[in-house]
């Protein structure tokens, strides 16, 4: 299977990428489906049943709204944020739908989009199953589709055990393990960030590569200027008030201020930013999923404002580097929340982000692998267990400290030589079996921990 940093990374809507942007993602190829296969002239009627994970938190994570842009035919990289919510409460007001923007269907918002609190598909806790009827009710196509982590979506004919889209590209220097990457980084003399080039080379030339990661770059810087600009109380009834504008204004008036840890306030609001701009249901880049997108970002930032000679050509590998770490997570354990807990989320982030930092540090590979490995052992266990089935609490704030453990990961790496007890891969391992030994309420179903300890107001 074949990964590139550009299904690492990529825009999309908050607050959630499994629960949110891979329904949508699901929804409208389901609805192009239909198109496609000659089936939505005959459609009257499509419908719509979330399970798992997917029918406890959906109403919280926006996963009913977004099957629903799906179906007409919206996308999460370019659909209008600012009136996403209008074009959903407009087909419920009118009892109707434009599938695939163009074709009228009867809606009823009650009946044709159902979350199943208690009831599970086989393959993955983010299940969902769409139908289109016809006139006499008739079922004229019915499909299932999993949300995998991080935006990612498979088909229900899928086997339960694949955990990435099928990419059949023959690369120059394939890699399933750290071990294999670092024996690949020794045996040509390359950096991780070279190895990833030259395999993403196989995909686009370098200018169209570099072109694409400085875009996504560029979303992300004004995802955060956008969250230090917008005030107020987030949505969702927890009545959360955005802090990343009072700390920024804090921030840039106190210019005069020597305090020796004054950047990890910095990385905190950047952090805070991005995840607030994610809960409030704005762009923002998945790395590896909404829930945790503040933390490369945050990191990023860091790098670009506080390491003397940061570049754009730093970034670029800082992306790299991360890509590289995230895809060992995403083919050896899972992104994602409801499968393996929120060490799967917020601890892969933790993990990239430190390699990618290492690694423009003029980090060894060894140094780099060391980072990762160092930022997920210190997320090990943690439960995904948000307040309300909002991505708000513990998320937003999470992020915000995770990217403070990614930096602390790399300046340490960085004073070793690399050699260390526990791999990268034993890391992996581990978080694997832990999500497999956590119990379901503390994966992302807001049953246990702080979603039943904390009352809701």
Known sequence: MALSVLDLFSVGIGPSS??????????KLFADGLKGDGHLSATKRVQAELFGSLGATGRGHGSDKAVVLGFKGLDPETVDTATADDQ?????LDAELWVCGDHRVDFNWDEDVVLHRRKSLPAHPNGMTFRALDHGGAVLSERSFYSIGGGFVVDGDVDAGDRVVADATVLPFPFTTADELLEI????????????LANELTWRSEAELREKLLALWAVMRECVDNGCAAEGILPGGLNVRRRAPSLFQTLTADTGVTDPLRAMEWVNLFALAVNEENAAGGRIVTAPTNGAAGIVPAVLHYYVKFVPGAND??????????????????????????EVGCQ????SACSMAAAGLCEVLAGTPEQVENAAEVGIEHNLGLTCDPVGGLVQIPCIERNAIASVKAINAARLSLHGDGSHKVS???????????GADMKTKYKETSRGGLAVNVIEC
């Open 18 to 27: 499994s629960h949110t942007v891979g329904p949508m993602r699901a929804a």
């Open 88 to 92: 959903v409460a407009a087909a419920a």
């Open 185 to 196: 980084c020794k045996r040509e003399g390359m950096s991780i960030s070279d190895v990833m």
């Open 313 to 338: 050509d730093g970034v670029v590998r800082f992306l790299l580097a991360a890509a590289a770490v995230g895809i060992l997570f995403k083919i050896n354990a899972s992104i994602s929340g409801a």
């Open 344 to 347: 799967g989320e917020v601890g």
């Open 424 to 434: 990268l891969d034993k890391a992996i391992k581990t978080m694997r079996e832990t």
